[in-house]
């Protein structure tokens, strides 16, 4: 925050703002004002209407697409799953420019800014008709996009993902900055800002999947899209209104080159033995001004520990840091190299996670159902179906947060009731449950078509169930993803560890593709027929379902076998009581 006078430090003190020491010269740290819950309305409230606006327009895409743009179901799934893939991708980019170059509050508000033109884009592409192709009628010849009008809903799309790549890494974390790491009150906060941040948004979608929806299945495409780019002005107001009470956390440049030194640095040492005991023994050295936890030594991937071997060549400065760190590297550089390896295999179970979470044709099962509320006419809008997912979630939070935490901490003596494993290896588990569930209902739904009808007679709200188990894996194992990688992570790379979770997302977008393409080119000569024809009814989405159940089954096993290998951030092998995590000095701040 900004640098007020030495007097008025000495004297002035927050009490949630502990000092370093009593002296006041210019390597001291500044006083931090953490604002945590009163800067909560603008963080939470920029990103609750950032989701009012991008969840608005992508979860109808596939409709609108089919629909305005006359492509084919194949086609318009396929270039979502893309899309998805490559906005996941771009919080990689993101987070590296953020955690290196920018800071969490420049990337976010330029993110917002490319947000709010890339809805604008494609709200355009519904309100000028040499924006999309000619309406096409049942029976008529669909004319497809020309190069022109795909072109700019890309443009669109493009101006999306950049947003996407800047805010979905740092908002997060950025929250998480207001709150102080070293106050029994801020670590609490901490905890609980995960629950309720998934919890805001979550309302945010679902409130978009119904509203937003329907206003553009039933009123007007053009209104419709117009609502989600007027949601993230307000997005953008909301964010820049909050920008006096902000912690900006500056970059301490690339955290990338110090893991790749330790690498070099390893291997040019790979042929050297390591001492009998290396925590004692081995090059240790922390800068002063780090933001990054001191951690113990673990004997994991002990082949990197070669890099903070001294030989005669090395030598240090006058500070104790290496003269060269491609040469000698400390053992704190080769733990915090080490928690990234260690997270890796952990994160791939996210990709068959997703993928048996994400429930991508229950909008085309929904469109052939009976969508009547009741005996009432009114239909509701196909792609509201996902709001049931978000419904449970939203509900589960709440009570997970405040009364099943409290008791499991009381049984398990455990922070969090259950560790962040477990938390996790439920949410895969529910996705089998979940496919299951789906495999049936899609059974159900197909067998009530009655000859000539391309809608069955089955109530859509048969898709709850599944929808319902979705969101309570999403519960369990997103939130827990998202915790995982903040706090395993090094603290000068928790904007990368953010966009771990969405490359999972990506991955598993990419496989999804790749898995949805391959069913449908192997299935076409079957007896049984197409399994994801066009039409539904006249395939097998219930042996898609069963496939991916036996996917989900599989990865759970692997979780199995990572969470048993896992060593959590901060738990050390040699017991030596001076290698304890401690946290480093005070960040450094601007304005």
């Given at each position: 925050?900004?640098?007020?006078?030495?007097e008025?430090?000495?004297?002035?003190?927050?009490?949630?703002?502990?000092?370093?020491?009593?002296?006041?010269?210019?390597?001291?740290?500044?006083?931090?004002?953490?604002?945590?819950?009163?800067?909560?309305?603008?963080?939470?409230?920029?990103?609750?209407?950032?989701?009012?606006?991008?969840?608005?327009?992508?979860?109808?895409?596939?409709?609108?697409?089919?629909?305005?743009?006359?492509?084919?179901?194949i086609?318009?799934?396929?270039l979502?799953?893309?899309?998805?893939?490559?906005?996941?991708?771009?919080?990689?980019?993101?987070?590296?420019?953020?955690?290196?170059?920018?800071?969490?509050?420049?990337?976010?508000?330029?993110?917002?800014?490319?947000?709010?033109?890339?809805?604008?884009?494609?709200?355009?592409?519904?309100v000028?008709?040499?924006?999309?192709?000619?309406?096409?009628?049942?029976?008529?010849?669909?004319?497809?996009?020309?190069?022109?009008?795909?072109?700019?809903?890309?443009?669109?799309?493009?101006?999306?993902?950049?947003?996407?790549?800047?805010?979905?890494?740092?908002?997060?974390?950025?929250?998480?900055?207001?709150?102080?790491?070293?106050?029994?009150?801020?670590?609490?906060?901490?905890?609980?800002?995960?629950?309720?941040?998934?919890?805001?948004?979550?309302?945010?979608?679902?409130?978009?999947?119904?509203?937003?929806?329907?206003?553009?299945?039933?009123?007007?495409?053009?209104?419709?899209?117009?609502?989600?780019?007027i949601?993230?002005?307000?997005?953008?107001?909301?964010?820049?209104?909050?920008?006096?009470?902000?912690?900006?956390?500056k970059?301490?440049?690339?955290?990338?080159?110090?893991?790749?030194?330790?690498?070099v640095?390893?291997?040019?040492?790979?042929?050297?033995?390591?001492?009998?005991?290396?925590?004692?023994?081995?090059?240790?050295?922390?800068?002063?001004?780090?933001?990054?936890?001191?951690?113990?030594?673990?004997e994991?991937?002990?082949?990197?520990?070669?890099?903070?071997?001294?030989?005669?060549?090395?030598?240090?400065?006058?500070?104790?840091?290496?003269?060269?760190?491609?040469?000698?590297?400390?053992?704190?550089?080769?733990?915090?190299?080490?928690?990234?390896?260690?997270?890796?295999?952990v994160?791939?179970?996210?990709?068959?996670?997703?993928?048996?979470a994400?429930?991508?044709y229950?909008?085309?099962?929904?469109?052939?159902?009976?969508?009547?509320?009741?005996?009432?006419?009114?239909?509701?809008?196909?792609?509201?179906?996902?709001?049931?997912?978000?419904?449970?979630?939203?509900?589960?939070?709440?009570?997970?947060?405040?009364?099943?935490?409290?008791?499991?901490?009381?049984?398990?003596?455990?922070?969090?009731?259950?560790?962040?494993?477990?938390?996790?290896?439920?949410?895969?588990?529910?996705?089998?449950?979940?496919?299951?569930?789906?495999?049936?209902?899609?059974?159900?739904?197909?067998?009530?078509?009655?000859?000539?009808?391309?809608?069955?007679?089955?109530?859509?709200?048969?898709?709850?169930?599944?929808?319902a188990?979705?969101?309570?894996?999403?519960?369990?194992?997103?939130?827990?993803?998202?915790?995982?990688?903040?706090?395993?992570?090094?603290?000068n790379?928790?904007?990368?560890?953010?966009?771990?979770?969405?490359?999972?997302?990506?991955?598993?977008?990419?496989?999804?593709?790749?898995?949805?393409?391959?069913?449908?080119?192997?299935?076409?000569?079957?007896?049984?027929?197409?399994w994801?024809?066009?039409?539904?009814?006249k395939?097998?989405?219930?042996?898609?379902?069963?496939?991916v159940?036996?996917?989900?089954?599989?990865?759970?096993?692997?979780?199995?076998?990572?969470?048993?290998?896992?060593?959590?951030?901060?738990?050390?092998?040699?017991?030596?009581?001076?290698?304890?995590?401690?946290?480093?000095?005070?960040?450094?701040?601007?304005?």
């Open positions: 925050m900004e640098k007020n006078e030495k008025s430090l000495k004297t002035v003190v927050d009490h949630e703002t502990p000092f370093a020491a009593a002296n006041y010269d210019d390597d001291e740290p500044e006083k931090i004002n953490y604002r945590g819950i009163k800067a909560m309305p603008f963080i939470i409230g920029n990103e609750t209407f950032e989701k009012l606006g991008a969840i608005g327009t992508i979860s109808n895409l596939q409709v609108y697409l089919t629909t305005v743009f006359n492509m084919k179901r086609s318009a799934t396929t979502l799953n893309v899309f998805n893939g490559t906005t996941n991708i771009a919080t990689l980019v993101g987070a590296y420019l953020c955690d290196t170059y920018f800071g969490r509050y420049k990337t976010l508000g330029f993110a917002s800014i490319a947000s709010l033109f890339g809805l604008l884009a494609i709200a355009l592409t519904a000028f008709k040499n924006l999309h192709p000619p309406h096409c009628s049942p029976g008529d010849t669909c004319v497809g996009p020309d190069v022109g009008q795909m072109a700019f809903l890309l443009f669109g799309f493009a101006l999306l993902i950049i947003g996407a790549g800047g805010i979905r890494p740092c908002n997060l974390a950025f929250g998480v900055d207001q709150f102080n790491p070293k106050t029994e009150s801020g670590k609490r906060g901490i905890d609980s800002f995960f629950n309720w941040y998934y919890f805001t948004v979550t309302f945010a979608q679902i409130v978009s999947l119904t509203l937003v929806v329907y206003v553009q299945s039933n009123v007007s495409w053009s209104i419709g899209l117009g609502l989600p780019a949601f993230m002005f307000f997005s953008c107001l909301m964010y820049f209104v909050g920008a006096y009470m902000y912690v900006k956390v970059p301490e440049g690339s955290p990338i080159t110090s893991l790749i030194q330790v690498a640095a390893a291997t040019k040492k790979r042929r050297l033995k390591l001492p009998e005991q290396p925590w004692l023994s081995l090059f240790d050295y922390a800068p002063p001004k780090s933001i990054n936890s001191r951690l113990p030594y673990t994991q991937f002990k082949f990197l520990d070669k890099a903070a071997i001294i030989t005669p060549e090395d030598k240090i400065n006058p500070d104790g840091s290496s003269s060269n760190p491609w040469n000698l590297c400390s053992t704190q550089q080769i733990e915090d190299a080490k928690c990234i390896l260690r997270v890796i295999p994160s791939l179970t996210a990709i068959f996670y997703h993928i048996g994400q429930q991508q229950i909008v085309f099962q929904a469109l052939q159902s009976d969508r009547h509320l009741g005996n009432t006419g009114f239909q509701i809008p196909a792609a509201s179906y996902i709001v049931f997912a978000m419904l449970s979630l939203t509900m589960w939070v709440p009570l997970y947060d405040r009364i099943v935490v409290p008791l499991l901490r009381k049984i398990t003596k455990r922070e969090g009731g259950i560790t962040i494993l477990q938390r996790m290896g439920i949410g895969i588990f529910l996705t089998i449950v979940t496919s299951l569930v789906g495999a049936v209902v899609e059974e159900r739904r197909r067998s009530q078509v009655a000859p000539g009808s391309s809608v069955s007679a089955m109530s859509a709200m048969w898709l709850a169930p599944q929808l188990l979705s969101g309570f894996a999403e519960a369990f194992n997103a939130i827990g993803q998202i915790e995982f990688y903040y706090k395993q992570f090094p603290e790379m928790r904007s990368v560890g953010g966009a771990f979770y969405f490359c999972g997302s990506a991955a598993s977008n990419y496989v999804y593709s790749f898995l949805i393409s391959v069913v449908h080119r192997m299935s076409e000569g079957n007896r049984s027929g197409n994801l024809p066009e039409d539904l009814n395939g097998r989405l219930d042996y898609f379902y069963y496939l159940a036996v996917l989900c089954a599989l990865n759970f096993g692997y979780f199995l076998v990572c969470a048993s290998w896992y060593r959590y951030k901060g738990d050390g092998d040699s017991g030596v009581s001076g290698l304890e995590m401690e946290t480093k000095k005070h960040e450094i701040h601007s304005v």
